[in-house]
Each structure stands twice: as structure tokens, then as C-alpha cells.
């Protein structure tokens, strides 16, 4: 999702328009970021908190020529989500596990796949539409190399 999704959402939610709705996201997102660089830590009850960290300096690998690099220190802003965005995403997971679950008992008993949809891949075969997770996927066509 964008911000402009995100302001369109609410937009409609609430009945602003979508010019000051995009105000006052734009607003939240700098006062995020005005907190982050303030203080270092933002706590977002429900939500979650925002923190920034120091990552040490390391050694790392150039993966082109394999070659020693070093890596300076520097800030880096992580997340941790709070309990409800914990809950509701392993209810999300946990559903979508139950889904697949329900693909490979199909599958098994000889019913076939989720849906009778291919979609043409790179090397000219044809794959199913539903994702190895049992999930639908969105049509995909490989441009040719």
C-alpha cells in the first residue's frame, strides 16, 4: 500500500478531502520522523515503537568481486510492533496456514488444484495461479531474456 492509498482510505473514511487528509498524514509521518531524530525512540500504544540503534562497524564481502570491505558504523531506525499488530497478523498467518492446508488435502484427493487458471512462465511452460503457499498469485508474465 502507498500513502496515497492510505490517504485515499481515509479520506473516504472520514469525509475530508483527500488534499487535507494527505496534510495530515504527511504531518504524522514528520512528526515520526522529528521524534526518531529528537529522541532517538517513539512508542505508538497499540502500534508500535520505533527506536533508533547504533549498528557496530563489520567487515563485509564485495559479492561481485569477493573482495574485504569495511563497513562503517551507523544509525539505523528498527520496529518493533506492539501486541495487537502481533495478535492480528498470527491470525492472519494461522488463516492463511489453514488455507493451505485445505489446497494439499484438495490436492491429495484428487480434486485438483485450487483454481483451473495457468499463467505462462519464462521457459514457455505453464504454472498453476496459486503460489507454493497455496495462496493465489497475481498473473505473471516474464518478458523473454
Given at each position: 500500500m502507498t500513502k496515497k492509498e492510505i490517504v485515499k482510505t481515509i479520506s473516504?473514511?472520514?469525509?475530508?478531502?483527500?488534499?487535507?487528509?494527505?496534510?495530515?498524514v504527511q504531518k504524522t509521518f514528520d512528526?515520526?520522523?522529528?521524534?526518531?531524530?529528537?529522541?532517538?525512540?517513539?512508542?505508538?500504544?497499540?502500534?508500535g515503537v520505533f527506536e533508533v540503534k547504533?549498528?557496530?562497524?563489520?567487515?563485509?564481502?564485495?559479492?561481485?568481486?569477493?573482495?574485504?570491505?569495511?563497513?562503517?558504523?551507523?544509525?539505523v531506525v528498527t520496529f518493533k510492533p506492539g501486541k495487537e499488530m502481533e495478535e492480528r497478523v498470527r491470525m492472519l498467518a494461522e488463516a492463511r496456514d489453514a488455507r493451505i492446508?485445505?489446497?494439499?488435502?484438495?490436492?491429495?484427493?484428487?480434486?485438483?488444484?485450487?483454481?483451473?487458471?495457468?499463467v505462462p512462465t519464462?521457459?514457455?511452460g505453464q504454472t498453476s495461479d496459486?503460489?507454493?503457499?497455496?495462496?493465489?498469485?497475481?498473473p505473471y508474465f516474464a518478458t523473454p531474456e
Amino acid at each position: 500500500m502507498t500513502k496515497k492509498e492510505i490517504v485515499k482510505t481515509i479520506s473516504d473514511e472520514i469525509g475530508l478531502t483527500q488534499l487535507k487528509t494527505k496534510e495530515i498524514v504527511q504531518k504524522t509521518f514528520d512528526a515520526i520522523v522529528e521524534t526518531l531524530v529528537e529522541e532517538g525512540r517513539i512508542e505508538l500504544r497499540n502500534f508500535g515503537v520505533f527506536e533508533v540503534k547504533k549498528r557496530a562497524a563489520r567487515k563485509a564481502r564485495n559479492p561481485r568481486t569477493g573482495d574485504r570491505v569495511d563497513v562503517p558504523a551507523k544509525y539505523v531506525v528498527t520496529f518493533k510492533p506492539g501486541k495487537e499488530m502481533e495478535e492480528r497478523v498470527r491470525m492472519l498467518a494461522e488463516a492463511r496456514d489453514a488455507r493451505i492446508a485445505a489446497a494439499a488435502r484438495s490436492q491429495a484427493s484428487g480434486r485438483g488444484p485450487v483454481t483451473g487458471s495457468t499463467v505462462p512462465t519464462a521457459g514457455g511452460g505453464q504454472t498453476s495461479d496459486v503460489a507454493r503457499d497455496g495462496v493465489a498469485a497475481r498473473p505473471y508474465f516474464a518478458t523473454p531474456e
